[in-house]
């Protein structure tokens, strides 16, 4: 399972790679990630997304912009982070992905559903 840090200068993540790049900013974290979200990537976000859950950060941004692709288990491991924010501090926020990626939040009927915002830093529902 192929999980690198994210920088500026490397090029796109290749088939198959997610790129994770968690950095915290005051008191929003912020994860970045980048490439395939799927089953064998998906572990990585999770143990990352739990590991930010214990700290002080009064927002958790997963920015999805730069994923290329996302399966059922990338949405279902999303789905319960938003779950599990709702149900404690509801500090998790997710930046809308790629029109395609998007769609499969759609298929899922999950959209309104979960913590969406446009841009880093943008409103809930925007």
């Keep these: 399972m192929p999980i690198h840090g994210l920088c500026a200068d490397l090029p796109p993540p290749g088939p198959g790679v997610l790129q994770i790049h968690s950095v915290r900013d005051g008191g929003t974290h912020r994860i970045r990630l980048a ?12 143990q990352e997304l739990r590991r930010v859950e214990l700290t002080d950060a009064h927002v958790i941004l997963v920015d999805l912009r730069e994923l ?12 319960h982070a938003g779950m599990r924010s709702s149900q404690g501090t ?4 997710l930046t ?19 913590p969406f915002v446009d841009e880093p830093g943008g409103t809930l529902g925007a």
């Design 68 to 79: 290329t692709f996302i399966d059922s288990m990338g949405v279902r491991m999303l789905f």
């Design 96 to 114: 809308r992905g790629s029109t395609a990626v998007q769609r499969i939040f759609d298929i899922c009927d999950l959209t309104t559903r979960m």
């Design 90 to 93: 509801d500090r998790l926020v």
């Design 35 to 46: 490439g395939e979200l799927d089953l064998t990537t998906a572990d990585g976000v999770e």
